[in-house]
């Protein structure tokens, strides 16, 4: 089994930050690509940023220029630092990746619970 942990989520101001950060655990060979994606009231869930194990990135136009996506390889480890916020980035956030477990041996794409970030006055 591997599990996915997000935290960092909470109420901030327009205009402020927060870094939301994701640990994965369990019998874990490899992990490819790790992203955030994110589901606002109403809304469908969108993909917010990317990043493969290499350290390439991909973001949501939304978002660019105001987030950034990190990864510690060796933690298998997540991070989306996340400035300038704005009421339209509220939403639950999730945590995602492509993980080659071990026992079975397998790729599989593993979700967390979510976390829910809150920009309001």
């Known amino acids: 089994q591997v599990q996915l942990v997000e935290s960092g989520g909470g109420l901030v101001q327009p205009g402020g930050s927060l870094r939301l950060s994701c640990a994965a655990s369990?019998?874990?060979?490899?992990?490819?690509?790790m992203g955030w994606y994110r589901q606002g009231p109403g809304k469908q869930r969108e993909l917010v940023a990317t990043?493969?194990?290499?350290?390439?990135?991909n973001y949501a136009d939304s978002v660019k220029g105001r987030f950034t996506i990190s990864r510690d390889n060796a933690k298998n480890t997540v991070h989306l630092q996340m400035n300038s916020l704005k009421p339209e980035d509220t939403a639950v956030y999730y945590c995602?990746?492509?993980?080659?477990?071990?026992?079975?041996?397998?790729?599989?794409?593993?979700w967390g619970q979510g976390t829910l970030v809150t920009v309001s006055t």
């Open positions: 990043i493969t194990g290499g350290g390439s990135t």
């Open positions: 369990g019998s874990i060979l490899n992990i490819n690509t």
């Open positions: 995602n990746a492509d993980v080659l477990t071990a026992i079975p041996m397998s790729l599989r794409e593993v």
